[in-house]
């Protein structure tokens, strides 16, 4: 099982481009999740998908929107990248039963010029 | 306003030594809680985790302890080794019921094993 994958691992874009982090877990989890993470930060929540066919704003959804595309893959767009963007995201994704962990992927790191 | 909060940015511990990593948090509904630890370049993995109806989790040299009344909980690692030297977190649901909305977590603190 890979677990949890996540493209592109790098990226860098210019202040105004739009595109597209994917994620996509083998673990037939239920549920699936979005951060950021900033330097001397946590992990912050941007959005979540409880279950397939359902997506809530997390802590942070400002810039973002996402799409469950089916139970494996969830995934993040900037339609419009701001340098306040640049940082590391991961996905991760748990059951749904409750007082399960996630599980997360490697992370993508994003640098908005 | 945080509500999981990790106040010390690093800790530096001798090999061999316990190492104890510290949390508190301001939420008094939080049912349960998580450590993760986080190699640089890789993702967050799940360490131990603790009921709040519980205040002691032990998992071969991981121990987490719960404080309720203090809102407080501590790691502790024992005896540390080399590959401990990691960022750790502290997480809870960000609301009670099971966790289907997501973790709220401190800010880390990072663990430096020295031979």
């Known amino acids: 099982n890979a677990g949890v994958t996540q493209t592109p691992k790098f990226q860098v874009l210019k202040t105004g481009q739009s595109m597209t982090l994917q994620c996509a877990q083998d673990m037939n989890h239920n549920s699936m999740y979005w951060y950021r993470q900033d330097p001397g930060m946590g992990l912050r929540l941007i959005y979540y998908s409880a279950s397939e066919g359902t997506t809530d704003k997390g802590e942070v959804p400002n810039g973002y929107n996402v799409s469950r595309l089916n139970k494996r893959e969830f995934s993040l767009r900037l339609e419009s990248a701001a340098p306040s963007q640049t940082s590391v995201y991961f996905c991760?994704?748990?059951?749904?039963?409750?007082?399960?962990?996630?599980?997360f992927g490697p992370g993508t790191r994003l640098t908005v010029l | 306003d945080q509500q999981v909060k990790q106040n010390s940015p690093s800790l530096s511990v001798q090999e061999g030594r316990i190492s104890i990593l510290n949390c508190d948090y301001t939420?008094?509904?939080?049912?349960?809680f998580l450590w993760y630890k986080k190699y640089p370049a890789e993702g967050p993995t799940f360490l131990i985790s603790i009921s709040s109806i519980k205040d002691k989790n032990e998992d071969g040299r991981f121990t987490v302890f719960l404080n309720k009344s203090a809102k407080h909980l501590s790691l502790h690692i024992v005896p540390s080794q080399p590959g401990d030297s990691a960022v750790y977190f502290c997480?809870?649901?960000?609301?009670?019921?099971?966790?289907?909305?997501?973790?709220?977590f401190g800010k880390g603190t990072h663990l430096i094993i020295q031979p």
């Open positions: 939420n008094s509904m939080f049912d349960y």
């Open positions: 997480a809870a649901p960000r609301s009670s019921g099971g966790g289907a909305d997501g973790l709220t």
């Open positions: 991760a994704s748990r059951w749904l039963s409750p007082y399960n962990e996630q599980f």
